[in-house]
């Protein structure tokens, strides 16, 4: 009888006798529902018998890092990560023709999990049936990678995008990877425990988007050894437990070398509390999308639209921003909104209307870097707009507006208070009603004092005058 043999039993399964060779050794393996990988195959003194030495998936599924009584037996990457086992405990998976028939549904068996769900595409619900049991059934392979000289350069010479989601490779491992991808543009690494241990040279210089998701060992400082990566344009940092973010190398206002080409960037499920990593932000020279969702930062404010507002603010070239664009009259709004809310706090630094007495201390300037550079695009806030208002009555919320009709000339000008916190769709509600006008046929839009010859559009119904920075003395613009 050969004793490496396995014997199979009647469910298909594939499970080990007692007498094993070291042709196991990195075998993949499933016990009690929990996926491991065979570190080791032998005897552990004191006890007899033969043991498998696994390393799991989940860490705290073992005991110990591969030790026993002082002597190391296999070597874990987690302290908790390894266990001892019988070799008929082990599941090593199922045999061909199981596989077969269980892939193919060849035996007429009635379905028992797969549960009707109705998911819509685009406008169409679909109906999905089993989807739940697959994914279930799915699991990763644990990739071996074999030791000695790496092969050739370039011998995967056309691939493009390579995924190493959940296989449990090194930072190592992936530069030997890499090496043999010279055109690589894509590369995903998400949950593999990841720590990037050295800079990557002369490998992954053509990658465009590197996906880092999930690794939770990566902190701040593991992040500048691949910040010189020349192509990368999207870099995925989801769930990595990253608490900030600093450029040493970059001064206040100015750029840094560090992802020169980084234009998206994902930083949700993260640990960033402090508005300085959003300053920060502001660094990168190419940056135009932001994804900064589920963080104590954007999840402690009880206004969404204000952190969204001073996210903008603070990030001078964002375009995008957790997937939603950027208008151009949303930025002049949140820039607004932003200088006028820290207005007092400028004031209190030493800043100053007059530009030759505005010196606002190194304190104010680190904690908003941009506020400098909005008040040369806005002007200094006016001590009249910087006045605590009393948020109950309703006169101080009252704006004074008049209200021109630029393609009708036999109609007057009127003014009227509105409130700051009305929307345009009610605001066309009104003009309607005075104008005799279908709501339908009106466009809207307002010029200020501020920016002379520039006309604003009011094209959100949604939207409140306060979101346009609409304010005392504007003029609405009304044409149908």
């Not at 701040?220 to 940092?237: D, G, H, T, V, W």
């Not at 020279?285 to 954007?298: E, G, K």
């Not at 949303?330 to 030759?356: C, I, M, S, T, V």
């Not at 909005?374 to 109950?392: H, I, R, S």
Request: with cysteine; aromatic share 6%; hydrophobic share 35%.
């Amino acid at each position: 009888m050969d004793l490496r043999s396995p014997h199979i039993l009647d469910s298909g399964n594939v499970m080990m006798n007692d007498t094993l060779t070291s042709d196991v050794i990195g075998r993949r393996v499933e016990v009690n529902g929990e996926h491991a990988t065979v570190r080791f195959s032998g005897v552990v003194p004191p006890m007899a018998g033969l043991w498998l030495g696994v390393e799991w998936d989940n860490p705290e599924r073992g005991k110990h890092d591969g030790s026993h009584e002082g002597t190391v037996y296999f070597k874990c990457r987690h302290p908790t990560g390894g266990s001892f086992i019988r070799p008929n405990k082990v599941n090593f998976g199922v045999d061909f023709l199981t596989a077969i028939k269980n892939r193919y549904t060849l035996e007429d068996e009635p379905e028992e999990e797969g549960k009707e769900q109705i998911v819509t595409i685009g406008n169409k619900p679909v109906e999905t049936i089993g989807f739940d049991s697959v994914v279930k059934q799915q699991s990763e392979n644990k990739l071996k990678f074999p030791s000695g000289s790496p092969p050739p350069t370039g011998t995967f010479s056309a691939l493009k995008v390579l995924v190493l989601n959940r296989i449990g490779i090194t930072w190592t491992e992936v530069l030997h990877c890499a090496s043999r991808c010279p055109v690589l543009e894509k590369l995903y690494l998400e949950s593999n425990g990841i720590v990037i241990s050295e800079r990557p040279t002369d490998v992954l210089q053509t990658v465009k988007l590197l996906d880092l998701s999930s690794n939770q060992l990566i902190d701040e400082n593991q992040l500048f050894l691949i910040a010189y990566m020349p192509r990368l344009e999207q870099l995925i940092l989801s769930d990595i437990g990253l608490a900030s973010i600093h450029f040493p190398d970059a001064g206040i206002g100015c750029k840094t070398s560090m992802f020169p080409s980084l234009q998206y960037l994902v930083l949700n499920d993260n640990r960033i509390s402090q508005w300085s990593s959003i300053n920060e932000l502001d660094k990168l020279q190419s940056l135009h999308a932001l994804s900064c969702t589920r963080n104590p930062l954007t999840e402690s404010s009880k206004d969404a639209q204000t952190t969204r507002q001073f996210i903008i603010a603070r990030i001078g070239q964002l375009r995008t921003l957790n997937k939603c664009a950027i208008q151009r009259e949303e930025r002049r709004g949140a820039e607004l909104d932003y200088r006028k809310a820290f207005g007092n706090e400028w004031k209190k630094a030493g800043g100053h209307q007059d530009p030759d007495k505005n010196r606002p201390n190194e304190e104010f300037l680190a904690a908003h870097p941009r506020y400098q550079s909005l008040c040369l695009k806005y002007g200094a806030p006016e001590d009249g707009e910087l006045k605590v208002q009393q948020p109950f009555l309703l006169k101080n919320q009252l704006l004074t507006l008049k209200i021109k009709h630029p393609n009708q000339l036999d109609q007057k000008v009127i003014e009227k208070q509105l409130p700051e916190s009305m929307t345009i769709q009610k605001v066309k509600g009104l003009l309607s009603r005075l104008l005799r006008v279908p709501v339908s046929e009106l466009l809207l839009s307002y010029e200020s004092p501020k920016m002379p010859g520039r006309e604003i559009e009011l094209e959100n119904d949604q939207q409140s005058l306060q979101f346009y920075s609409v304010e005392n003395g504007d003029c609405l613009l009304v044409r149908w």
